[in-house]
C-alpha cells in the first residue's frame, strides 16, 4: 500500500494524552459518501462511546455534498478524528486508504449512515482482550428506518442475531453474509492475516466474512445490540450493482469451490429457480460436472441446459454427495432439512443452502 504512505489528514489538532497511553487503541474505519443527512449522527455516536481510545479514519469518496465539511468541523473539534480523501473510487479503495492509515491495535468499520450503541466499542475491545488474537468480535444489530421496515429485513435481523448469540455465523455463511459490515472488531494482525481489502471483489462485506471463515477467525458470541442499521431508499446496498442477488451467488459459488467443496464427491444441486438456473449456468461454463434435483413435478423429466431434472429422491442413490440447495421458500426449506437429516446428513458438510 505504498501508493498512499504520504497521505496527510486534512485537519490535525492536538493529540490527548489519554490516546498516548491506550495500548489497544480501535480504529474505525469510515468510507464516506453524500451521507450529509446523517453523518452527524454517526460521529456523535463515536463521540458518545464509553471507550475512548479510538481513531477515526474518516475516508470522502468523492462526495458532491457537504460531507467533507462536516467531517472536517469535527477534526477541528477533537484530536481522534483524522479526515483524508480517497485516493481511488468506491467503497474498497476508501477501506484501503483509511486502513493504510490505521495506528491502532484493534480495527473495527463504521458506515457513515449508522450509529453505534454508546458501549459497543468497550464490549468489543473487551471481548477481544478476554479472547486474544484468532477471533472477530460481533455484536446484534437493529435495523431503524424513517419508514416502516419490510418483512425481508426484519427477518435478516432476527436471522443474523440468532447466529451471532451462538458464535454459529460460519455454519450459514452460504445463505446470506453472516457477518455485519459495521459491527465487527478484530485485531489488526488478524485482518493482515486474511489480506485486509486487498480483493477488488464485491459484495466487499461478505468477501471479507468468507476470508475471516477461510482462515478460521473464530467468533465471539454476543447477546447485546451493539449497533443501530439505518434503511433508507438511497442506501448503497439498496441501490449499486456491487449488491445485486447475482453478485451474491457468484460470490457464494466461488469459495464453495475454494472452500467446501470436495472434487471426489458427487455434486448435486437441488432446485431449478432463478438462483438454481444462474448456479447451474456458472457450473457448466466452469465444466464442473453435477446432477440436478427439484420437487416441482412440472420440472422433473424435463431438460435444461442439457441436464436432465431428476425427482428429488434420486438422492438416495448418491454416495456422499454435497449438495447445494437453492430454494428459498421457509416450509421448503425445513422439509429439506428433515429429509438430508433422515438421511443421515450434515448441515455445512453434505448440504449447503444458498438462500
Known amino acids: 500500500m505504498n501508493w498512499n504512505q504520504n497521505l496527510k489528514p486534512l485537519s490535525e489538532p492536538h493529540t490527548t494524552e489519554a490516546n498516548e497511553m491506550q495500548v489497544n487503541k480501535v480504529s474505525i474505519l469510515i468510507p464516506v459518501k453524500n451521507t450529509e443527512a446523517y453523518l452527524a449522527q454517526c460521529i456523535q455516536s463515536i463521540l458518545d462511546q464509553t471507550f475512548p481510545y479510538w481513531e477515526v479514519l474518516a475516508v470522502d469518496d468523492h462526495s ?27 467503497i474498497i479503495d476508501a477501506l484501503r486508504t483509511a486502513f493504510s492509515m490505521a495506528t491502532g491495535t484493534l480495527i473495527t468499520r463504521m458506515d457513515s449512515d449508522d450509529r453505534m450503541a454508546s458501549h459497543k466499542l468497550e464490549v468489543m475491545v473487551q471481548n477481544l482482550e478476554n479472547t486474544g488474537p484468532g477471533h472477530l468480535a460481533l455484536g446484534k444489530v437493529k435495523y431503524f428506518s424513517a419508514k416502516k ?36 472488531m478484530v485485531y489488526k494482525t488478524d485482518l493482515d492475516l486474511v489480506g ?44 449499486h450493482e456491487h449488491y445485486a442477488e447475482n453478485s451474491f451467488l457468484h460470490l ?29 449456468k456458472r457450473l457448466i461454463s466452469r465444466h464442473i460436472s453435477f446432477g440436478w434435483l427439484c ?3 412440472n420440472k422433473i423429466g424435463k431438460v435444461i441446459y442439457g441436464k436432465t431434472m431428476q425427482h428429488y ?19 421448503a426449506q425445513e422439509f429439506i432439512r428433515d429429509y438430508l437429516s433422515d438421511l443421515g446428513k450434515i448441515p455445512s458438510k453434505d448440504y449447503y443452502f444458498f438462500c
Open 64 to 90: 458532491t455534498d457537504s460531507c467533507l465539511h462536516i467531517l472536517t468541523s469535527y477534526a477541528q473539534g477533537d484530536a481522534r478524528i483524522k479526515v483524508y480523501k480517497n485516493q481511488g473510487n468506491g
Open 149 to 184: 421496515l419490510g418483512k425481508g429485513y426484519k427477518s435478516y435481523e432476527k436471522w443474523l442475531n440468532s447466529l451471532t448469540e451462538q458464535a454459529d455465523n460460519y455454519t450459514e455463511i452460504y445463505k446470506e453474509c453472516v457477518i455485519p459490515s459495521p459491527c465487527w
Open 196 to 239: 485486509a481489502f486487498t480483493p477488488n471483489r464485491y459484495p466487499e462485506d461478505y468477501d471479507l466474512a468468507f476470508r475471516f471463515y477461510q482462515h478460521g477467525i473464530k467468533c465471539i458470541a454476543s447477546s447485546e445490540i451493539l449497533h443501530h442499521w439505518r434503511d433508507y431508499e438511497q442506501r448503497t446496498s439498496r441501490t
Open 252 to 280: 457464494k459459488l466461488h469459495y464453495f469451490l475454494k472452500l467446501d467443496h470436495h472434487k471426489e464427491r458427487p455434486l448435486l444441486l437441488w432446485g431449478a429457480g432463478k438462483k438454481g438456473k444462474r448456479i447451474a
Open 295 to 297: 420437487n416441482n413435478s
Open 313 to 331: 429422491k434420486c438422492l438416495e442413490n448418491y454416495k456422499d454427495a454435497q449438495i447445494i440447495v437453492t430454494i428459498a421458500n421457509k416450509e
